[in-house]
């Protein structure tokens, strides 16, 4: 018998864990070519499933708002930027980039209702990209990326890609040592030899932190292969320093941006301290090849989300990065339940967390 759609609950289901974690953090969600290709309109993005605009204000910096005007809802990323302000297309209201109306065309002597606010949020540019965060009240920072600051580095960007898994399951695939042997046969491993070391990882500096160490084999002079060590400042973004069998050194840098709970936007760079004066497409074409290895597998993930129930899936003891990963995440989502300075507490101590784990 079917039961009555009355009897359904009508309760909207809320954020998740991770959604309300990662609104703390700063995540790239364009970059600076895309939100000028944009103008005069803003740019309409997609972060932790709320639909923003951004745009470029001049003096007033750059501006991430809510992509709805208060009106009657028209978004702000059809209209354009004007006087500073993002000027919505329907009748023309402004609002500024903390979220004030600031101009009613129909009413020129005001007044401007006091509820005229919309919801605005942090922003910055780091490394050729825009950065929003949703919720400033943890004091977290943009994942650094030494690359950037090292001028032996030449630093090229790759470009940005979607895929239809949640950021988490696409970050835990970065640092995944047991699939290179399946998924990256001859490229970065080799399947018979499908045992991967085990890394000594842990916290420092409030970052995760292992090393790897590949099997030999023959690759291509522009592969990403050799020594490896793995910095994870914040849980969605990884920096990788390679040292290379002829002494070379490059790195490879990516932040997955969460678009919603079922899809990413990958940001990344690669860079070499060698071959400046060499094309970069050969460069660019490895980690191509690389993608599209990854891509089905890594997208054909079901569900999308990354679960933090550890008997949802079945790990062992060659899943050592990704048990410390997700472990990483169930303590950052635990120290997150308050008003943000527990989280802020955590990410200071992390330190000696991993101190007391590698000890323990
Ligand atoms: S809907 Fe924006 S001004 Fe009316
Ligand atoms: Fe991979």
């Given at each position: 018998m079917p039961t009555s759609s009355l009897t359904v609950s009508s309760e909207p289901a809320g954020p998740s864990d991770l959604t309300r974690l990662f609104e703390r953090f700063w995540h790239p969600v364009a970059t600076i070519e895309e939100l000028e290709a944009a103008a005069p309109h803003p740019l309409a993005v997609t972060l932790l499933g709320r639909r923003l605009a951004v745009a470029d204000l001049g003096a007033g910096g750059i501006g991430a708002v809510a992509d709805r005007c208060l009106h009657r809802s028209s978004k702000l990323s059809v209209g354009w930027v004007e006087d500073g302000a993002f000027r919505c297309g329907y009748h023309g209201w402004r609002w500024d980039a903390a979220g004030r109306c600031v101009e009613i065309p129909s009413m020129p002597d005001g007044p401007i209702p006091p509820r005229a606010c919309i919801p605005a949020f942090d922003t910055q540019i780091a490394y050729g990209l825009v950065w929003v965060r949703l919720d400033g009240s943890a004091d977290t920072v943009v994942p650094a990326c030494p690359a950037w600051a090292d001028a032996s580095m030449k630093v090229v960007a790759g470009g940005p890609y979607t895929w239809p898994v949640s950021a988490p399951r696409r970050v835990e695939n970065f640092v995944d040592l047991a699939h290179f042997a399946w998924v990256h046969d001859g490229s970065l491993g080799r399947r018979d030899t499908p045992v991967p070391p085990l890394p000594r990882i842990r916290r420092e500096d409030g970052e995760l932190r292992f090393e790897y160490d590949p099997p030999e084999m023959e690759t291509d002079?522009?592969?990403?292969?050799?020594f490896s060590r793995y910095r994870m400042p914040i849980p969605l973004s990884v920096s990788i320093d390679f040292e290379l069998a002829d002494g070379a050194r490059r790195n490879l840098w990516m932040t997955a941006s969460p678009v919603d709970d079922g899809s990413c936007r990958t940001f990344w760079f690669v860079s070499r301290d060698d071959r400046h004066d060499e094309d970069d497409g050969p460069h660019m074409d490895f980690q191509a090849l690389v993608l599209r290895e990854d891509e089905p597998l890594v997208t054909n993930q079901d569900p999308p989300e990354l679960s933090l129930d550890p008997t949802f899936e079945l790990s062992v003891r060659t899943d050592r990065v990704s048990i410390e990963y997700r472990r990483w995440l169930r303590e950052l989502v635990a120290a997150n339940a308050g008003d943000g300075t527990e989280l802020a507490a955590v990410l200071a101590s992390a330190r000696a967390l991993g101190e007391q784990r590698v000890q323990g």
């Open positions: 002079e522009t592969a990403l292969f050799g």
